[in-house]
T-cell receptor
Framework: GENVEQHPSTLSVQEGDSAVIKCTYS??????FPWYKQELGKRPQLIID?????GEKKDQRIAVTLNKTAKHFSLHITETQPEDSAVYFC?????????????FGAGTRLAVHP | DVKVTQSSRYLVKRTGEKVFLECVQD?????MFWYRQDPGLGLRLIYF???????EKGDIPEGYSVSREKKERFSLILESASTNQTSMYLC????????????FGQGTRLTVV
């Protein structure tokens, strides 16, 4: 089955710096790659996603890139702010119709220091 | 406002008890998921369901079962709770299309003593 690896497990940056989180997946049939943010004590929420037919997607200060050949995708956060501090999860999903699992990485704890 | 609601925020159960965790969604989603969240291990899929009465094992199904008798409700059952099942349990739901958002419940912190 699908396996998603995520690095680093913890990341500490100064406010205003950039942060990059990387994920690799094992199943070349996976075709959808979302990123979720989980603030302390809250539920994970989708922040950005990318489909396999797209190489890059940007939404204000966050962007995601996908390299299908290498089977890896990355989250980029620019001009980090303290409110970006959270745990970030990457995920991979494949399939058609209703039969599709959503498999997550182990998470990255991002700390943004003022 | 979309809602995925888990029946309990905190639960304490004894070893050997049968435990039911309930999840209800009001978005008419076909797909529902149960994950457990442990530090350093992320969100691991226990079971998922893609239709009423349909279920599939995830990566860590041992010691768990599920039930989906109605579209809106997905139950996780610990047949005989053990201390290594102490964890945070998260339910999620989504539409069946692969590129749709999954919405999470608030989580149930289960402690088995």
């Amino acid at each position: 089955g699908e396996n998603v690896e995520q690095h680093p497990s913890t990341l500490s940056v100064q406010e205003g710096d950039s942060a990059v989180i990387k994920c690799t997946y094992s199943d070349s049939a996976s075709n959808y790659f979302p990123w979720y943010k989980q603030e302390l004590g809250k539920r994970p929420q989708l922040i950005i996603d990318i489909r396999s037919n797209v190489g890059e997607k940007k939404d204000q200060r966050i962007a995601v890139t996908l390299n299908k050949t290498a089977k890896h995708f990355s989250l980029h956060i620019t001009e980090t702010q303290p409110e970006d501090s959270a745990v970030y999860f990457c995920a991979a999903r494949k399939g058609s119709g209703g039969y599709n699992k959503l498999i997550f990485g182990a998470g990255t704890r991002l700390a943004v220091h003022p | 406002d979309v809602k995925v609601t888990q029946s309990s925020r905190y639960l304490v159960k004894r070893t050997g008890e049968k435990v039911f965790l309930e999840c209800v969604q009001d978005m008419d989603h076909e797909n529902m998921f149960w994950y457990r969240q442990d530090p350093g291990l992320g969100l691991r899929l226990i079971y998922f369901s893609y239709d009423v009465k349909m279920k599939e094992k995830g990566d860590i199904p041992e010691g768990y079962s599920v039930s989906r008798e109605k579209k809106e409700r997905f139950s996780l059952i610990l047949e005989s709770a053990s201390t290594n099942q102490t964890s945070m349990y998260l339910c999620a739901s989504s539409f069946p299309e692969v590129n749709t958002e999954a919405f999470f419940g608030q989580g149930t912190r289960l402690t088995v003593v």
